[in-house]
């Protein structure tokens, strides 16, 4: 019965995960009581979410308390830290709500980050934000009491305004405001008051997702449950405030091609500064090579008009700018919600006669910018140019975010660059065969 | 003594002004008391702030109760839309604190913005997205009789989470919040609970502002107080939270070039979408004339090596992606507040050292696609072009930001697109430079 230590100094997961398998909560509990912090926590973290809540039970408060702390350890971190990935994944599978929510008491924010890790809450999953500290209630209370408990247990709360509504087994059956108990007569009944059904979230689900649902239900705080639907904490409008304007932070700079700076912008240094930019700015460079092949393929086009040489810049730019502001339309409008991965076609259709619209009226002043520099057969290849390329770089730009989001890829790291690059070489393209059609080269 | 309503039928608002300056409140109370309502409306908007007060208080309530109502009336909302620019401003002063809480109360939030105007509240101003519906309290209350006083008037009041507390003339001394007084015993005193000095916003200052300073001192709702410190409503962080995110909406559009949309993404039309884009476009086209002026004025450069033509949507590109990353990650800083105006000199010189950096690094990979494609002389080009260009596109993005909004111009509008067009003329005149240093054409 002894060797389940053994299995742990040899690091030897797999065979304590069988072990651990075969043997009854109480043995297990028995098991923990004799171990030192680090190893009980690691045994703990082994168990899958039921057996261990009922392993938990098992102990004596001593030993819960062992475990509780032995969570927050940063010993227990570090030894998480040294883990093999696979090892780490399977060790860190989500905690029992109750013992997520007395671990992460009474924490700072920034401690309460580090350690919603250990409990098996992905990075930027809402379990890393949340606060544990809540005031729960029971349903069959009277308003009278209910506020009782609210005065007994709102000082450790970090907020008190939603109240979430539990079953015996903490399972989440409603919110109530403070403000409808405090209007309310003391003898009314906290379940006429309970709002069922409310929105909430999964502790492992992605932050930002929660909080633009908070935005959309327009509710003050938001419960947070486990995937058993029991209470493990509340998001509060602060902390979905802060993930909205982190996601915008990145969304902005991925749009310009860059990584969020991680740190203040005046107090971060030239070198990560460069490092935020320098890696999109090298993929674009090598992309931007195929301009050059592109020019080097009409070449003998080129040297024919060498008039032509004049309007690439202007084009190019044009057909960017384009592909910009439609590309970053759509990333703008697919973060706030109003666009959907399967509105791509009626997208694709809205942008292509956007771009059209757009290239028409710019070829009107196209046209007559060539006349003045070259000749009106000159003139009309570029304005034909602006027609074809507008609606072209409107389409991609547009279209692009609403790919990359079905392929489960970030929609804003289809930047403005980007775009503006793809269209640099195919707007050549198109510029020179325009050139070689129209004034038949 | 009746010649104000011949004055006002014949709309010599001046004069009215004069006659007004003249006469004793309760002459004008009087006056008022006689008229219809939109008349009476106008009377009292041209009235100054503290006469307008005396004036108030002067009618009877039946009086008092016209005014309220015309002020919200849709037929002095078209008057006022059809008056001069001049009249209008000299008539919208801002009004008294007690009346516009009066005239805004239980509104909806869509009418409460319209009816804002008619007060005197600046367009995106904090006026137009308060709540004028609040609990205020008095500083010498017991919890207990502060608690009666948030049963009695709460249901109509849009939150009771912030309390914000007022002395006798209704001037703004505190915040108290109510998970204080509902933790605190009832015999305590609400003086022992308030913050004094709380952060506040004037209901003419922008609404964005404000909502940062929410943001920054983390403070649930933002009391709103006329310029005299009197309460007239409160910023929820409901409100708070729409503020920035339209804020930030514009911004990103701006960014990429374009004007924010004014409706839903799917609902615009796509003359509507075209309409956000276009005047950038023209501006960019017109401005991107310049490039077509700097290859004209080089054609004898391009003519001697073809060849250079080559290398010009790559280096132009490139200068422009750089250019539009600095520029970005300013706008973002300045709108966050990380960065202000007076960091100017401390911004060119972290964006002129990172943009060399850069330039270095992707000097190397430039002279390698330079030295495949043709020789090594033109690949130095290349690669010499690519430093100067970086260092002076960084240096420009990142510093055009701080001086627009030195300008007082919206430092977003010096959009990514904007940056690449001036850096593409400017790129090109060092392009051609280097190249006949380097190549002695």
């Known amino acids: 019965m002894t060797h389940l230590p053994m299995l742990l100094e040899e690091q030897d997961l797999a065979g304590a995960l069988e072990w651990l398998e075969t043997q009854p909560p109480y043995a297990i509990a028995d098991e923990i009581a004799r171990m030192d912090e680090v190893q009980s926590v690691i045994t703990f973290r082994l168990l899958d979410k039921d057996r261990a809540l009922e392993v938990f039970e098992e102990l004596d408060p001593v030993d819960q308390q062992q475990i509780l702390e032995g969570l927050r350890d940063q010993a227990f971190r570090d030894l998480v830290e040294n883990l093999d990935p696979d090892d780490r994944a399977r060790m860190l599978k989500e905690a029992p709500a109750k013992v997520a929510k007395r671990v992460l008491a009474g924490l700072s924010a920034h401690e309460r980050q580090m350690t919603a890790a250990l409990l098996g809450y992905p990075e930027g999953s809402v379990g890393r934000f949340m606060t544990p500290e809540t005031v729960a209630l029971q349903q069959d209370l009277a308003v009278g009491e209910a506020l009782e408990v609210v005065r007994r247990r709102g000082a450790r709360a970090e907020t008190i305004y939603t109240l979430p509504v539990v079953d015996r087994g903490r399972r989440l059956t409603g919110i109530v405001e403070l403000r409808e108990l405090v209007l309310s007569e003391p003898t009314a009944m906290v379940s006429e008051l309970v709002v069922t059904e409310p929105p909430r979230a999964q502790a492992t689900e992605p932050a930002e997702a929660a909080a633009r649902l908070m935005r959309e239900t327009n509710v003050l705080d938001l419960p947070v449950v486990d995937s058993e639907d029991r209470l493990v904490g509340l998001l509060t409008s602060d902390d979905a405030f802060e993930v909205i304007e982190a996601a915008d932070t990145e969304d902005v700079a991925r749009q310009a091609g860059a990584e969020p700076l991680e740190r203040h912008y005046m107090s971060a240094s030239v070198f990560q500064l460069s490092r935020t930019r320098m890696v999109w700015l090298l993929l674009l460079l090598v992309a931007a090579t195929l301009t050059v092949s592109v020019n080097q393929a009409f070449e003998s086009t080129l040297e024919s008009v060498t008039q032509l040489a004049l309007f690439v810049p202007l084009l190019i730019g044009t057909g960017g700018n384009t592909g910009a502001q439609a590309a970053t339309a ?64 409107s389409t991609v730009g547009g279209t692009m975010p609403l790919l990359a989001k079905k392929l489960r890829i970030d929609p804003a790291v289809v930047s403005a660059p980007m775009v503006t690059t793809l269209v640099d070489a195919t707007g050549l393209v198109i510029y020179f065969t325009t050139a070689k059609v129209v004034l038949g080269i």
């Open 330 to 393: 759509a990333v703008r409008a697919l973060a706030v919600g109003e666009v959907r991965t399967s509105d791509l076609i009626r997208v694709i259709w809205r942008e292509c006669r956007t771009g059209l619209l757009l290239g028409l009226m710019l070829a009107v002043v196209g046209f007559a910018v060539g006349a003045v520099f070259v000749g009106a057969d000159l003139a009309a290849v570029v304005a034909i140019t602006l027609i074809v390329i507008c609606t072209w770089a």
